[in-house]
């Protein structure tokens, strides 16, 4: 991700490209439709530079290093899962996960995977005290 901040005047420019999800002042978001297009271009030679001027994003608001740095991620992702890998597999925004409700069946996943948790612990624990119990008895 590139160090520049989006003013709000080209947030304003940016978000009305038929291209983008969203916007802030440090990021952009992509959509599905448009990483796909880039793939299949420059899978047929086409510059990543070229490829996001033809879809009407203004090259000197985002940076020819942003866009080698999406352009190098969407690749790695493409070689790695197919074209699977390059859907956007975020609920709505990033950042923090949704307070959703759980059902009884989560929650009860959530606390039988949390008393595991714990009793192991609980046992490293215990070794540690054991083993720290031998080094005193020793010296």
């Known amino acids: 991700m590139s160090n520049k901040l989006f ?3 080209e947030i304003e420019l940016i978000s009305r490209n038929k291209y983008v999800k969203n916007v802030s002042e440090r990021s952009i978001t992509y959509t599905d439709e448009f990483r796909r297009i880039f793939i299949s271009e420059y899978e047929k030679g086409k510059f990543p530079r070229k490829i996001f001027e033809e879809s009407d994003f203004v090259i000197s608001i985002l940076e ?3 866009i080698e740095s999406i352009s190098k991620k969407w690749r790695a992702a493409y070689k790695e899962n197919g074209i699977h890998g390059l859907d956007d597999t975020r609920k709505g925004k990033a950042g923090r996960p949704r307070d959703k409700e759980l059902s ?3 929650k009860y996943e959530r606390l039988k995977v949390q008393t595991t948790l714990l009793k192991a612990e609980n046992e490293l624990l215990k070794k ?3 083993i720290e119990r031998r080094v ?3 010296k």
Do not use: A, N
Request: charged share 55%; net charge neutral; aromatic share 0%.
């Open 7 to 9: 003013t709000k005047e």
């Open 136 to 138: 005193i008895k020793r």
């Open 64 to 66: 020819i290093g942003r």
């Open 104 to 106: 009884i069946d989560e």
């Open 128 to 130: 540690l005290d054991l």
